[in-house]
């Protein structure tokens, strides 16, 4: 019986070891959390944007015409990597960011930042890419899409790429949100 015992608490213990080993491995794995983009982080002013970024001129955005509404400070042509990028701050109805797009005019950004997104963030949540070459008014069209959700904050990180009458269009966009006001 004795002996009996001293296995099976040997078992448990080596279980409970098992245990606590998995859960400090995934503990220590886990991504890291980011509560903005490059010193700007959610809920700061304008004013306080500007003063964290310090990367360049921000300027006010004219209203886009398929965004009126938004509200928004612009980084005009600020490298990322080998690709320039036009950096959007975006805010809430309040005057708070929100949001920041990293906007690319071509799709060979995708591939790069994908890869340093994993790296920083691990797997993405949805990782997806399509091509459909029947369209009716294109030649063809390809997306990809990849999310990662954080605690404080949502990325995605999309592609699209047009073929129209052989005239080809990217575009590539990295958005990082706030976690309660971003949509998935």
Request: charged share 25%; net charge negative; with cysteine.
């Amino acid at each position: 019986m004795r002996m009996t015992c001293s296995v099976l608490g040997r078992a448990v213990v080596a279980a409970l070891v098992l245990v606590v080993g998995a859960s400090a491995a995934s503990q220590a794995q886990a991504p890291p959390d980011t509560k903005g983009w490059h010193g700007a982080e959610w809920g700061m002013t304008k004013d306080q944007v500007r003063a964290a970024v310090g990367l360049g001129p921000l300027t006010q955005d004219a209203r886009r015409p398929d965004a009126p509404h938004e509200d928004a400070l612009v980084l005009a042509s600020t490298p990322i990597g080998r690709y320039p990028a036009s950096v959007r701050f975006l805010f809430d109805g309040e005057q708070k960011l929100r949001a920041i797009a990293l906007d690319f005019s071509t799709a060979d950004a995708y591939e790069f930042l994908h890869d340093e997104l994993v790296a920083r963030y691990g797997a993405p949540i949805r990782d997806e890419s399509h091509r459909d070459d029947s369209p009716r008014s294109l030649d063809y069209l390809e997306m990809c899409d990849s999310q990662w959700l954080l605690p404080s904050t949502k990325i995605g990180c999309s592609s699209l790429v047009t073929v129209v009458g052989g005239k080809k269009t990217e575009l590539m966009e990295v958005l990082y949100s706030r976690r309660e006001s971003a949509i998935l």
